[in-house]
Structures are given as structure tokens and as C-alpha cells.
């Protein structure tokens, strides 16, 4: 007689509600690793910069005049400030609003106005404090320390998506979302197709549910699905440890950052990409936007609800479904071992 297989269970509800713990996540977990912004085309223009957000770090990336991309803390080096707006932009002189320190392209400090006579001071030693860049298919990626390669962090992902023209499909719109709660709050719900009969009832009419599969790979979570008549999805939809997915639908695919800013509130920022840009198909992909925008709303209210009730004390670690949770048991170990 064979053993059974031990039971799957969810994390602890501490792992969602304590600060210290989302502490040393923001440390084992996004200082560490790579995190998709979008398409690299956000900075094609010379002098056009694109200032982020990753887990409260201060991070921008800007095209230089001279063609070259460079990244750095969005952080003045006299007393901290923020130097540019978050978003994207262009930047003519780096310069800081606070006390108007001004920065070269390539990071160094150039002015700093009405300074004083100081024998010690030395322009030099004060350039911005760099981080690290990368691209993959049309993609940009950013880190603070990352520890591996950015093509090592993706894992199967290259093989996975090697079918799909990615860099043929532009980036029209960006959407952002905040939600109350925390990002493994979230991130439990999207890598698992449990919730769909009784979260999603429009997305459960055009998908053959009973064939849904979830499965875990290296680096990432694969959700598939046979479609019906009438769905404007692909049937494929990728999470990506740690903390990013990719959809791809007809004639396009769309990106999205899950970035946590504090233990209970997470900002979703989504980019939505297509190959046809004709005035002809503008119906077709503003609908598939806003279906998709939906999906993602109606995921609101019940991670904002669990969160309540995983903060509340009264919550205790239930099972996991074999055949649909295996991927959130996959996250959550990631989690558990990057907190090790």
C-alpha cells in the first residue's frame, strides 16, 4: 500500500498581517530580485526617465542624450529627497527640487548652489547611489541587488513563451490598482483557478472549467484553459516569481507588477499590448481592456475581505486543493525559503 501524499496547507496568517515580517520581505525578497516595469519603449526618447516604486524603494530609469540607459535611487544624496515624480517623464536637468543639487546623466554630482566653503567637501564622493537594468524582449527590469541574472530569475519562462511575437505587440495603455491588502494575499488568488466559479461568473461562462490546469514550473506558475464562443482571452495566463504575470489573448498580451507598499496595501500596475494599432480595431482592444480590468476588480473585495480576517486573530492554516492549489503552495514555499 502506498503512502499518501502529505496535505497541503496555507501559510500562517501572521505571514500577511506582520510588519516585521513584510520587513524581511522587502529584504530577501525585492531587494534581491529583478522586477518587470513594462516595455523598454516607455524610454525610447532621449532624456525621457520612468521613476518607480519597488516595495518603497525610490528607483528611476533614464535614456540619456546620449542613447544610453542608466538607473539610479531616486534619492538626493544632500537630504534624501525624491528627484523625480513618479511616472514616466522627461527630464532635461536632473536636478532636485529641494535644494536644486544637480546630477550628469551618468549619475555624478555637477552643482551644488550656495553650498558654502567647506575644505572637506568633495563633489565626487557624492554621486547618485546606483542600481541595475536589464532587458528581455522588449520588457525592462530593474533591481536593487539583484543576486542572479535576470535570465536566471525567469527560469522556464523564455521556453515558455517562445511561440508568442512578444516584441511585435506595443503597449497602448496602462492601468494601476490599489488594493487593501497583502501582495500574497493577492498574488494566493492569481496563480490559482479555485476562486473562478465563485468570484468570476463572466469569466466562468466562456472557459471550460473542468479542464482549467494549473501547474508549477521553475520560476513560474502556468494557468491554461480551453476557451468558449465569445471570449476575448488566450486561454494562457503566467505568474512569475516573484512578483509579476503575463496573459497573452488574441493579437496581444498584457503585463502586470504586483508591488506591495506596506503590509496590509498593494499597487497592481498593469501595461495592455497589441500588434494591430488601426483606428478599425480601437473597439475591439479598448472592450478587451476594460474586460480585463474587470476580471481584476472583482478580485478586490475578496482579498480585502481575507486580509480582515487574516489580521483579525481568527484564522487558522486550512488545506490546500491538490488539484488547483498546488501553484499556491509553490509561491508560498518560495516565500518560506527566501525568508530562511
Not at 496595501?265 to 494591430?276: C, E
Request: proline share 6%.
Amino acid at each position: 500500500m502506498f503512502a499518501s501524499k502529505p496535505s497541503l496547507s496555507n501559510l500562517d496568517a501572521r505571514y500577511y498581517v506582520d510588519p516585521a515580517l513584510f520587513g524581511r520581505e522587502r529584504q530577501a525578497i525585492f531587494r534581491t530580485h529583478w522586477h518587470m516595469l513594462g516595455p523598454i519603449l516607455q524610454l525610447k526618447e532621449p532624456r525621457a526617465y520612468l521613476a518607480v516604486d519597488v516595495a518603497g524603494w525610490k528607483l528611476f530609469a533614464l535614456r540619456g542624450r546620449d542613447g544610453l540607459l542608466r538607473r539610479f535611487h531616486n534619492v538626493c544624496r544632500h537630504r534624501g529627497a525624491r528627484l523625480l515624480g513618479e511616472g514616466a517623464g522627461k527630464c532635461q536637468t536632473l536636478r532636485c527640487p529641494y535644494h536644486h543639487w544637480v546630477y550628469a546623466e551618468d549619475g555624478a554630482l555637477q552643482q551644488v548652489p550656495f553650498f558654502g566653503e567647506d575644505d572637506s567637501f568633495d563633489q565626487r564622493d557624492w554621486p547618485l547611489q546606483a542600481a541595475q537594468l536589464a532587458e528581455w524582449r522588449g520588457l525592462l527590469f530593474i533591481a536593487i541587488d539583484a543576486q542572479i541574472s535576470l535570465l536566471e530569475q525567469l527560469g522556464d519562462l523564455p521556453e515558455e513563451v517562445e511561440p508568442y511575437p512578444l516584441e511585435s505587440y506595443v503597449a497602448v495603455e496602462a492601468k494601476s490598482f490599489l488594493m487593501r491588502s497583502n501582495w500574497k494575499t493577492y498574488t494566493d488568488n492569481f496563480v490559482e483557478g479555485y476562486h473562478i466559479p465563485g468570484i468570476h461568473p463572466g469569466f466562468m461562462k466562456v472557459i471550460d472549467f473542468k479542464n482549467f490546469e494549473t501547474v508549477a514550473r521553475n520560476g513560474l506558475v502556468r494557468m491554461t484553459s480551453p476557451q468558449k464562443s465569445g471570449s476575448i482571452y488566450g486561454g494562457k495566463w503566467l505568474w512569475m516569481w516573484p512578483n509579476w504575470t503575463l496573459s497573452v489573448f488574441p493579437g496581444g498580451m498584457n503585463t502586470s507588477r504586483i508591488n506591495p507598499i506596506g503590509v496590509d496595501s498593494t499597487h497592481l500596475h498593469y501595461h495592455f499590448y497589441f500588434a494591430d494599432l488601426s483606428a478599425e480595431m480601437e473597439t475591439s482592444r479598448l472592450e478587451t481592456i476594460e474586460v480585463n480590468c474587470g476580471i481584476v476588480r472583482e478580485d478586490f473585495g475578496i482579498c480585502e475581505s481575507t486580509q480582515l480576517n487574516y489580521a483579525s486573530g481568527a484564522y487558522s492554516p486550512g488545506p490546500l486543493s491538490p488539484r488547483h492549489e498546488q501553484s499556491v503552495a509553490y509561491f508560498q514555499g518560495k516565500v518560506k525559503a527566501a525568508l530562511m
